[in-house]
């Protein structure tokens, strides 16, 4: 068995009187795709808010390779995150967009075009490098936003529901493009949907979120076969 890389143990975030986590156990090992899987509402983007610090837990600890993170400010926790909606930088090309975060970090321009370079191969967008986001489709927006947040090296990855407000079509070629990347990277990932079939087709864990909790924790072909709850099962859609 191999030590985990991000241990998130017993976190919990309220808002107003309802807790809205209520005591999340997660371990992903170095390397690992998992896939939190649930309804709207239950509480997916609170956590990945909160491992990034943009949210303040009420309790909990969060360990990432083996630092304890949980009071460190955003800046300092190395840690990439991806939004639904393309938050890219209107005003910045797409190369800019992707050296961003390596300008504020003041890593000097060939340092930064040498990467932006690598990142805009991986991405297969080289010929885009001087457009700006608007003249960008959204299945291309969002491999920028991905290139970006990649840009400084993270040591994990959270990505909210990246391909949600795109095309069937792109959404799926899009799904076996990151999973490639993140294995060629071998980047230690966190993975958000509310599609089961996403979360069925790229991950190597699946943990099943309902109401703040993690219901079920599990290989995709487990989860399926053997879904330990009637909700996991409705919602894995292996019940009938
Ligand atoms: P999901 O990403 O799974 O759809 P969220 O984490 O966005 O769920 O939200 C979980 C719950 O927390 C929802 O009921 C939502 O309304 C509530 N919530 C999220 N952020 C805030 C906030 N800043 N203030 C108050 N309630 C919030
Ligand atoms: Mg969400």
Known sequence: MSASYLELRGITKRFGG???????????????????????????????????????????????????ITDM???????GMVFQSYALFPNLTVAGNIEY??????????????RCEELLALID????????PQQLSGGQQQRVALARSLAVQPKVLLLDEPLSALDAKIRRSLRTEIREIQKRMNMTTLFVTH??????TMSDRICVMNEGRIVQDGTPETIYASPRTEFVARFIGSYN
Do not use: F, H, W
């Open 18 to 68: 309802a807790a809205v986590l209520d005591g999340v156990d997660l371990s992903i090992r170095e390397g690992e795709l998992v896939t939190l899987l649930g309804p709207s509402g239950c509480g997916k983007s609170t956590l990945l808010r909160c491992i990034a610090g943009l949210t303040e837990l009420d309790g909990g600890r969060i360990r990432l390779n083996e630092q304890e």
């Open 73 to 79: 400010s955003p800046r300092n926790r190395e840690v």
């Open 101 to 114: 975060g390596l300008r504020m970090r003041g890593i000097g321009a060939k340092e930064r075009a040498r």
């Open 125 to 132: 967008l080289e010929p885009k490098r001087d457009d700006y």
């Open 195 to 200: 599609d089961q079939e996403e979360a069925l």
